[in-house]
């Protein structure tokens, strides 16, 4: 069986992304249903819905770092960010959104060294 994908997106009448007042609650909701696996976002997106500059760093504690336990009843997406310039420093915000399960980060060799766990 081959993969698949579903895009979806907010989107004003005329097709822009930006410059209006969206749900969010209502669009993570009705993503939430539509049963996918994981969610891909981009950085800039994760900055923009968090109404953070690259690099802003919020306070975190050693709970942040624990690994979830796995739920096996917890159908909710996996978010995937790609991240290579290492400019989200908000992960523990991000990880506290209802819905989603986890956040998987991608890195590159370009990505700062203090960003990469290894």
Not at 84 to 94: A, H, L, N, P, T
Request: charged share 25%.
């Amino acid at each position: 069986m081959l993969p698949w994908g579903i895009t979806f997106n907010a989107t004003s009448v005329d097709g822009r992304i930006t410059g209006f007042d969206a749900d969010v609650d209502l669009y993570y909701q009705l993503a939430s249903e539509i049963g996918a696996d994981a969610v891909l976002m981009g950085s800039k997106t994760v900055l923009t819905g968090f109404h953070v500059n690259p690099g802003d760093i919020s306070e975190e504690s050693q709970e942040d770092f624990q690994p979830r336990e796995v739920d096996p009843e917890d159908h909710r997406p996996i978010l995937v960010v790609p991240d290579s310039r290492g400019q989200i420093r908000i992960w523990s915000e991000v990880r506290r959104m209802p819905y989603i399960r986890d956040i998987i980060v991608l890195c590159s060799r370009s990505t700062p060294k203090e960003f990469r766990l290894s």
